[in-house]
T-cell receptor
Framework: EAGVTQSPTHLIKTRGQQATLRCSPISGHTSVYWYQQALGLGLQFLLWYDEGEERNRGNFPPRFSGRQFPNYSSELNVNALELEDSALYLC????????????FGPGTRLLVL | RKEVEQDPGPFNVPEGATVAFNCTYSNSASQSFFWYRQDCRKEPKLLMSVYSSGNEDGRFTAQLNRASQYISLLIRDSKLSDSATYLCVVARNTGGFKTIFGAGTRLFVKA
């Protein structure tokens, strides 16, 4: 069974640009979660999608947004990039909602110059 | 105060040692508990779920104390390959489902 996949693996942008990150969940998983992990810091919850809808978001500004497609894949968009947005962005998926175990993809490393 | 707090690391132990990690959580409505392992520059991977009765998987034992809002992970007979960051994870469904990760405890196992 294929795991969670993310693309691109690395992304370099300049301040003010937009970044789009993609995630494909494990087959059969309907929930997708996005996390930000800045260097040396813990995982910070960004967004949770389930069945195509945003179910919850963390304490991030509105320039962090995303969506989930009918095939349950997901996109994270970060507008007006700032230097502090440089981080590893991890996507996880789970079966259904809530307390199910989350399985992580390898992440996208975003560098904002 | 963070909702999930872990022992500050790093822990430096010799091979074969027993090491214990502690984690406390502040929200009594928390319902699910996990330990994840994260290797350097890699994604977190589930190590084990934590059940109320405690559970064991080989050299790893997890305990949950709901009254004290405390979770522990014990690693016996440490191996070099156990070197990683261990993340305590708590999930709850109050005011919307949330998964909260602790900042992690770094473990170095040395020969």
């Amino acid at each position: 069974e294929a795991g969670v996949t993310q693309s691109p693996t690395h992304l370099i942008k300049t301040r003010g640009q937009q970044a789009t990150l993609r995630c494909s969940p494990i087959s059969g998983h309907t929930s997708v979660y996005w996390y930000q992990q800045a260097l040396g810091l813990g995982l910070q919850f960004l967004l949770w999608y389930d069945e195509g809808e945003e179910r919850n978001r963390g304490n991030f500004p509105p320039r962090f947004s995303g969506r989930q497609f009918p095939n349950y894949s997901s996109e994270l968009n970060v507008n007006a990039l700032e230097l502090e947005d440089s981080a590893l962005y991890l996507c996880a998926s789970s079966r259904g909602q809530g307390m199910e175990t989350q399985y992580f993809g390898p992440g996208t490393r975003l560098l904002v110059l | 105060r963070k909702e999930v707090e872990q022992d500050p690391g790093p822990f430096n132990v010799p091979e074969g040692a027993t090491v214990a990690f502690n984690c406390t959580y502040s929200n009594s409505a928390s319902q699910s508990f996990f330990w994840y392992r994260q290797d350097c520059r890699k994604e977190p991977k589930l190590l084990m779920s934590v059940y109320s009765s405690g559970n064991e998987d080989g050299r790893f034992t997890a305990q949950l104390n709901r009254a004290s809002q405390y979770i522990s992970l014990l690693i016996r007979d440490s191996k070099l390959s156990d070197s990683a960051t261990y993340l305590c994870v708590v999930a709850r469904n109050t005011g919307g489902f949330k998964t909260i990760f602790g900042a992690g405890t770094r473990l170095f196992v040395k020969a």
